[in-house]
């Protein structure tokens, strides 16, 4: 059994849902990201994505992606996001999954990648340009290491093929509210609490949902339906406006842990 | 009815797989949002192949829309230049729109229509692909938006002025390197929230499958017209056959329907950009490893952690850190060979053509020209080599004297 699994086992026998922030590694540098880690665990987050910067992600809106950017250009490199998260995962109680481009794992080797991200504390991973019918090979290597590989669902995917996605994801189920980008909306499609209602009815896993989560009110309209709420956006937004300056990382990691707290208030009120 | 123009069945049908592999490359990594509209492209296009109707249109259109058959030209004065084997032109540039783009938007945009979208949306680098997109989708009376990096932008002018003539919305992609691979991302970025209403006519044989197959089947009329034109001609196929290779459209079009003819080498051609360092070529095949970019496994120019390289080259159609699948497939069997051709060569090979042959090749297949030129020097001259003009240089004019302007007051 995961970290993963043992987390919403807790859950739910408490009757709670999960808050789990995305933050970019190494946006502005891995220093603050070690920081911002250990501020969600210590907020009382339940799991945090964090995001391996990417040079092509096609799955991300502009904030998201200029994260990415911010980071590569500082320099970034996985070996340096592997230590950081060695040196978080020992201090804090919540897992964290990376949210890493296939393309990245691919070059470092399935077997390579996963044994320096177990090394390092982390929990599973979300691959979101890997589909299902090219995960075999990922997936039966993280179900002998007991990796979770969380898939994603999306309002495009067809109800046969996605009953066939969560029979092969561990973890939780990845449920994409609309059908586009990363980003913060306004409003959710009318018919995504209707389609939760009938993925919870085809598997036993937990359904979390993500994209364009960033408001009190969505908190409202999925806590009853989501066993999780991913908010990337509206936390790379705020974390933008770190720099090097201790002053001001301060001001962001208050600012995004006082986000954070008002969202755990809600999804679990 | 017998169609001159269209996919026939072809001595390596059985590729890609049910899965989009050549061999191992190609398949499908991109978001679980595009799945669908993957499957039903793929659902709709075979269904298309076997469609009297729509495989009717089409080649009438390319006949008389296009000015299909293209012809099979001798380049006199440049064989006599070169002073090898003979060298002949497969005249692409003399298309609709200057290129061979048109044979696959026309194609795609008849499958939009199948579809029921309602609205287009395509990547473009030299802007050839943009114009010929631009152009069908005037023809048939559908939205257009292009993705243009705001560098290609600049180099390319004179193709921006048509697609806005023609009444494409013209999106610049402000990120990255503002090249090709910057405008891919943002048109899949669009296609991601658009998908259900909005096709992507993708420009090459890159992308998840069933693009590399699709593009590669529309423009394999270039290959078959070639075989069939030298039979006619010379009573036998060639004895070379070169294209170049950015995505690798062109190449893959003229290629495919001569692989099972294993007699005929052929010859891929590169942007060798200004040296063999990393960030100042785009030679996927020749410099990169196999690794994922662009929702395929194919050759691409990655660091260490599967991070894009930036790429250079002076032709913004070239300029790209990836290649279809099926070329890399080539490559690991042997079938094709890939050589490397720098800026500063393409550029002397554009000036010999332009002056020898009074033809203004585009500045990507200036570096076909530069190689097929080698080629034909290593051959006898009762050897016949082709070489596929896969557009014209009209758009270039202004970047060419740019380029050498720079070059003249560069200190050696």
Redesign the interface.
């Known amino acids: 059994m995961s970290a993963i699994d043992k987390l919403f086992m807790r859950l739910k026998s408490e009757g709670k849902k999960a808050f789990m922030p995305f933050v970019t590694a190494g946006d502005p540098s891995l220093e603050f990201t070690a920081a911002m880690l250990k501020r969600l665990d210590a907020e009382g987050c339940h799991l945090a994505e964090l995001g391996i910067p990417y040079s092509d992600p096609i799955a991300d809106g502009p904030v998201i992606q200029a994260s990415y950017t911010r980071s590569l250009n500082g320099g970034t490199k996985l070996s340096g996001i592997f230590s950081m998260a060695c040196e978080v995962t020992a201090e804090i109680s919540m897992p964290i999954v990376t949210m890493v481009s296939y393309a990245i794992i691919y070059r470092m080797g399935i077997d390579e990648y996963l044994r320096q991200a177990i090394a390092a504390g982390i929990s599973g991973a979300i691959v979101p340009d890997m589909p299902v019918d090219e995960s075999d090979e990922l997936a039966a290597k993280c179900k002998l290491l007991d990796f979770s590989l969380i898939q994603l669902i999306t309002p495009t995917t067809p109800r046969e093929r996605a009953v066939q996605i969560a029979e092969q994801t561990t973890g939780f189920i990845y449920y994409v509210s609309v059908t586009g980008i990363t980003g913060e909306r306004t409003e959710l499609p009318p018919d995504l609490a209707d389609n939760l209602k009938w993925l919870r009815s085809v598997t036993d896993l937990p359904i979390c949902v993500g994209f364009g989560i960033s408001k009190l009110e969505h908190v409202e309209a999925l806590k009853s339906v989501a066993d999780g709420l991913i908010v990337g956006s509206a936390i790379v937004r705020r974390i933008a406006a770190a720099t090097n300056e201790q002053a001001e990382n301060e001001d962001v990691l208050n600012d995004v842990g006082e986000f954070s707290q008002g969202m755990l208030t809600a999804i679990n009120a | 009815m017998s169609s001159h123009f269209l996919p026939q069945p072809s001595p390596d049908a059985s590729l890609p797989d049910e ?1 989009g592999r050549f061999g191992e490359f190609g ?11 993957l499957d039903q492209l793929e659902t709709e296009y075979f269904q298309s192949r076997k469609d009297p109707a729509f495989q009717a249109e089409l080649d009438i259109l390319l006949r008389d829309f296009v000015g299909r058959p293209s012809p099979l030209y001798f380049a006199k004065r440049l064989t006599e230049h070169c002073g090898g084997a003979q060298i002949w032109l497969k005249r692409e540039d003399l298309n609709h729109t200057g290129a061979h783009k048109i044979n696959s938007t026309l194609g795609q945009a008849l499958l939009t229509i199948r579809m029921g979208k309602k609205r287009v949306i395509a990547e473009t680098g030299a802007g050839q692909h943009g114009v010929a997109t631009a152009t069908a989708c005037a023809h048939f009376g559908l939205p257009c938006v292009i993705y243009m990096g705001e560098e290609d932008i600049r180099r390319q002018q004179p193709n921006v002025q048509s697609m806005k003539m023609l009444g494409a919305e013209i999106c610049p992609v402000t ?2 390197s503002r090249t090709l ?1 910057d405008a891919v ?1 943002q048109a ?2 669009d296609w ?2 658009s ?2 209403e909005t096709h992507y006519i993708l420009g090459s044989v890159v992308g998840p499958h069933p693009f590399p197959l699709i593009v590669r089947d529309y423009q394999a009329v270039i290959g078959r017209e070639t075989i069939r034109q030298s039979q006619a001609r010379f009573g036998r196929l060639p004895d070379a056959v070169v294209a170049c290779v950015g995505g690798g459209s062109n190449a893959a079009g003229m290629f495919y329907p001569f692989v099972a003819e294993t007699d005929v080498p052929l010859v891929g051609v590169e942007a060798g950009g200004e040296s063999d360092q990393p960030g100042r070529h785009a030679s996927s095949l020749t410099f990169g490893k196999p ?5 395929s ?1 194919s050759y691409v120019l ?1 660091d ?5 390289d930036d790429v250079h080259s002076a032709s913004a159609g070239l300029d790209y850190p990836g290649v279809g699948p099926e070329h890399s497939h080539w490559k690991s069997t042997g079938r094709v060979e890939y050589r490397s051709c720098r800026d500063n060569e393409a550029l002397a090979a554009f000036d010999l053509v332009a002056r020898n042959e009074g033809i203004l090749p585009a500045l990507e297949t200036s570096h076909a020209l530069a190689k097929g030129m080698e080629v034909a020097k290593e051959r006898g001259k009762d050897e016949i080599v082709v070489i596929c003009l896969s557009g014209r240089g009209d758009k270039d004019a202004g970047e060419i004297q740019r380029l050498k302007n720079e070059a003249a007051t560069r200190p050696n």
Request: net charge neutral; proline share 3%; no cysteine.
């Open positions: 899965k398949g499908r990594f991109v978001p679980e949002t595009l799945i669908a509209a990120s990255g691979r991302n899949m970025r991601m929230s998908v259900e690794g994922i970019l662009h929702g496994f990655q260490e952690d599967g991070q894009t």
